[in-house]
């Protein structure tokens, strides 16, 4: 043959072969390089899981962690009733699974069959392989695990003699006049795919013929029933009504009944989605009051913490006492101590340091940022909680302490609400609707009705639901937004805190005061209130404890007159320079211990009721001796009225360290793993070839992001 024949005939044999790959099957991976950047990124973020570092750096790459068993697990949520239900039915179908053959199984309009594809498609449930719809291996195992163990028809008849398979037939109504074996076998399997006619026989079994093929289709069938070599097999009522096919002695059902069964069980159509009103529009401020009142209430929760800690209970969890506690500190319904401690723990903000709960380290950088930011921390945190926190309830008398971790469907149903919310849609009305938005929650309709207002009840006090609606800050929570903390921002802007300090010695602090602020409050007097306005109070004692603090009574005025930005009222200056003047008149020397003062003032110790617990003698006009330590005897003195120092023995003074609570233990502070956003990501992979395999390291997957980023910005040319 000569060279160009040859040349010819290799180019013919080169297309037919890219003919046939090309009409080979289409793999999710190949199914996610054709999605644009708009709808990649779209998958991205609502996938989440898959931006969590290392990334994915190829589109096969991606495919493997899509379909991650903890990924699918968590993208089911995503999914509506008619989406569940048309995935199980392509999972039933397999390679046969069109949107007509989907169609004509579950008795519904194509329309609303490419409706409920389309999702699936755009949550990285599924993909189209030209008219075939596809599904991940593991996801299609799962939808069809209940069915799978059963044979086919197709199978069994192979083992089941002629006159069975005609009582079968005449059992589902159908005809066997001139019918050999492969006849009365398809005519058979047609009988049993066909919805109403198993439903028929279903429906005229008696009561214990029915307790019996729950029994077998429950049991996955295999020796549910046996009859042996006894001859009543044919005279079972279920063989008789065509749905259990004897074989050796054993009846058996078809996967072809069983897929019926599940059809009329679970009322597998598709409904579209619910007809649902839209809801008033939401007033902006009562959403955004409520927010700023969260991040107040948190605040102030937190540093408490971090002043004294939360005491908690041996067996985990802040305890009701302590919460009552912390309620009449803070001025707080118990109920509202109990969620801002979930919230806290949830966002990495609050862990068990020993005996107690304190802040961790990432408290003070949250407590500095701005608004919006830290706004957006807390609600990611509530939005990804499993459970409730209003709602934490193991049977009708015992309760979780927060934050000790529940198992609980609540957060699923919270999300799908949520979601059928968005776009101004009524929450009540979504309620009313949730077993369509959350289909794969298993609680009674009085357990789900439970939960569904805990989670608009926390809706509310975030600020992510006002009215009936979801608020701007709900929507973007909603959205699942990259940057969510800078879309809030404008809908929560940066406010000053304000302190006026005022002539009868209170403070009266409002918005969100600075740490410093805070701290200083806390150090040198005590709340009364808490709130949009809260109320400190000045006395003699609370300044004096800031002195023992180490605090000198011109540092104390200084960084009063700082964070109030104004003088100082007379009579607080006064009370501070009272409390000065006879702060450390009166000395306590560790000898175990020495009481050193004037006179005067040693000898009306000397001569104090309430002190001769503390077994005073006088050693010298001047000096008086104690059996006791120097903690003992300045807690005593305190107590009667006196303002001691402590000395060491050298007579120094001993500055009183009161250090403030930390979760020190590394393993009880939540490290969160670096995301990429879902733009970059996209980005990144859009613009890689697609046998992109080779690893990298995480800097250079960061400069690969960055540079992503830097072009989509700044386009060549």
């Not at 197709?154 to 589902?172: E, F, H, K, Y």
Request: glycine share 8%; proline share 6%.
């Amino acid at each position: 043959m000569a060279p160009a024949a040859q040349l010819g005939v290799l180019v013919r044999l080169g297309h037919e072969v890219q003919e046939v790959l090309r009409c080979g099957p289409v793999t999710f991976a190949e199914a996610l390089t054709e999605l644009s950047a708009e709808r990649l990124t779209a998958l991205l973020q609502a996938r989440p899981d898959v931006l969590v570092e290392p990334v994915p750096r190829s589109f096969e790459q991606l495919a493997q962690r899509l379909h991650g068993a903890e990924s699918l697990s968590d993208a089911l949520e995503l999914c509506t009733g008619d989406m569940v239900t048309t995935a199980r039915a392509v999972a039933l179908l397999d390679t046969g699974a069109t949107t007509e053959a989907v169609a004509k199984l579950l008795g519904s309009p194509e329309t609303l069959v490419e409706s409920a594809v389309d999702g699936l498609c755009a949550w990285g449930l599924g993909w189209r392989d030209g008219e075939r719809i596809a599904l991940p291996d593991r996801l299609a195992a799962h939808l069809t695990h209940d069915v799978d163990l059963f044979r086919p028809l197709a199978v069994i008849a192979r083992q089941t003699v002629v006159d069975d398979l005609r009582v079968a037939v005449q059992g589902l109504g159908g005809t066997v006049e001139g019918l050999r074996k492969p006849e009365l076998v398809a005519r058979l399997a047609e009988l049993m795919a066909d919805r109403e006619t198993i439903g028929r026989a279903i429906a005229g079994l008696s009561g214990k013929a029915r307790r019996q093929f729950d029994l077998v289709r429950l049991r996955h069938g295999f020796g549910a029933v046996f009859w042996g070599s006894s001859p009543r097999g044919r005279e079972d009522p279920l063989v008789r009504a065509g749905l259990l096919l004897p074989v050796y002695g054993t009846g058996e059902l078809p996967r072809e009944v069983a897929v019926s069964a599940w059809m009329i069980e679970g009322n597998a159509t598709l409904t579209g989605p619910p007809d649902l009103p839209d809801a008033e529009p939401a007033a902006t401020d009562a959403a955004r009051s409520a927010a700023e009142d969260l991040l107040r209430g948190l605040t102030a929760l937190l540093d408490e913490a971090r002043a004294a800690g939360l005491a908690a209970l041996k067996k985990g969890g802040v305890g009701t006492r302590e919460r009552t506690r912390l309620a009449k500190r803070l001025s707080a319904a118990p109920e509202d101590i109990g969620l801002w401690i979930d919230l806290a723990s949830a966002a990495g903000l609050l862990a068990r340091a020993g005996g107690r709960y304190a802040p961790t380290a990432g408290y003070d950088t949250w407590r500095e940022s701005a608004p919006g930011d830290r706004w957006a921390v807390v609600a990611r945190a509530w939005w990804d909680l499993d459970f409730a926190p209003t709602y934490r309830k193991i049977d009708e008398d015992t309760e979780a302490p927060p934050p000790v971790p529940l198992a609980s469907e609540a957060g699923m149903i919270r999300r799908a609400l949520l979601r059928g919310a968005s776009g101004g849609r009524s929450v009540e009305a979504v309620g009313t609707h949730i077993d369509w938005f959350c289909p794969l929650q298993n609680y009674p309709q009085e357990e789900t009705a439970l939960r569904i207002r805990a989670a608009v009840a926390e809706a509310r006090l975030l600020g992510v639901v006002s009215g009936d609606r979801l608020s701007d800050l709900g929507e973007h929570l909603v959205a699942g937004d990259d940057d969510l903390g800078r879309r809030c921002a404008v809908l929560l802007p940066e406010a000053r805190g304000m302190l006026v300090l005022q002539s009868d010695l209170s403070a009266v602090a409002s918005g969100q005061l600075s740490a410093a602020a805070s701290r200083l409050l806390a150090a040198a007097a005590v709340p009364e209130s808490r709130g949009v306005a809260a109320t400190w109070r000045f006395s003699s004692t609370s300044v004096r404890t800031a002195l023992d603090a180490g605090w000198t009574p011109d540092e104390l005025r200084a960084q009063l007159r700082a964070v109030s930005d104004r003088e100082l009222p007379q009579p607080l200056d006064y009370l501070i320079s009272d409390v000065a003047r006879r702060h450390g008149s009166v000395r306590v020397r560790g000898l175990s211990s020495c009481v050193v003062g004037s006179e005067s003032e040693i000898a009306e110790i000397l001569h104090t009721r309430s002190l001769r617990k503390l077994q005073l003698s006088a050693l010298a006009p001047t000096v008086l001796a104690s059996p006791f330590g120097i903690d003992t005897v300045l807690v005593g003195l305190r107590e009667a009225g006196f303002a001691p120092l402590a000395e060491d023995a050298d007579g120094a003074v001993i500055v009183e360290d009161r250090p403030e609570k930390r979760a020190l233990d590394p393993a009880a502070i939540v490290r969160a793993r670096p995301r990429a956003s879902a733009t970059d990501l996209a980005r990144l992979l859009l613009g890689r070839p697609d046998d992109a395999h080779a690893p990298q390291s995480p800097a250079q997957t960061q400069r690969d992001l960055a540079q992503a980023r830097t072009e989509a910005v700044e386009p060549a040319g």
